[in-house]
């Protein structure tokens, strides 16, 4: 990404349940930490029931930004399930737009009944390499589940993105904002959640 852009646009999608909007608020902070205007969007399908949830976050040094991301013109999607990242990189992505995927499906509702079919992953991946500059696949549910808690799925790969130096923000102002908001073993097992994904980049 380059270090001299006056602005940053960033979707995180998922769905329900999976800590979209935490992360999302999180980061946020940290960038108004850094002096940055910051706008958060969010868009919900039927969260409760695991439905599309997606949080639009913009970032600028000069001025506030409208809180949605125009269409094509998403410089970094992190998808915390894999076909949510192709329902965004659609309408939302670009030739240069970098996405951070987690490997792990979820299934919806249709597709456990089986009134609709799931794509497998390889053509998830087909698709999406048409769709964006760049895509780091992180097993973040699978590493959050070896940690015992499988929600932790979402601060893995923000790990993983603040390693990969996509944005502004190091991974040492990110574990001050959590450490600004959470306390004791909350704290203690984000940050090495956060330390996990940075293992999942510079590996």
Do not use: W
Request: hydrophobic fraction near 40%; charged fraction near 20%; include cysteine.
């Amino acid at each position: 990404m380059d270090a001299h852009k006056d602005y940053y646009n960033l979707i995180i999608t998922g769905v329900g349940g999976q800590g979209n909007v935490l992360v999302s608020q999180l980061l946020g902070q940290a960038f108004v930490n850094k002096g940055f205007f910051t706008t958060i969007g969010e868009t919900y399908g039927a969260s409760q029931r695991g439905g599309s949830v997606m949080s639009h976050l913009r970032f600028s040094k000069k001025k506030q930004l409208s809180p949605l991301i125009p269409k094509g013109k998403a410089d970094i999607v992190v998808a915390l399930e894999p076909v949510e990242a192709l329902r965004v990189l659609t309408y939302y992505g670009n030739d240069n737009t970098i996405v951070f995927c987690n490997t792990r499906p979820i299934y919806p509702i249709d597709v456990i009944s089986g009134d609709e079919t799931y794509p497998e992953f390889a053509e998830i991946e087909k698709f999406l390499a048409h769709l964006a500059k760049k895509i780091f696949y992180i097993p973040a549910t699978e590493r959050a589940m070896e940690m015992g808690h499988p929600i932790l799925g979402n601060m893995i790969i923000i790990g993983a993105l603040l390693t990969a130096q996509t944005l502004p923000l190091t991974l040492e102002e990110f574990q001050e904002t959590l450490t600004a908001n959470f306390t004791g073993s909350r704290l203690e097992i984000n940050i090495r959640a956060l330390k996990e994904g940075e293992k999942l980049i510079s590996s």
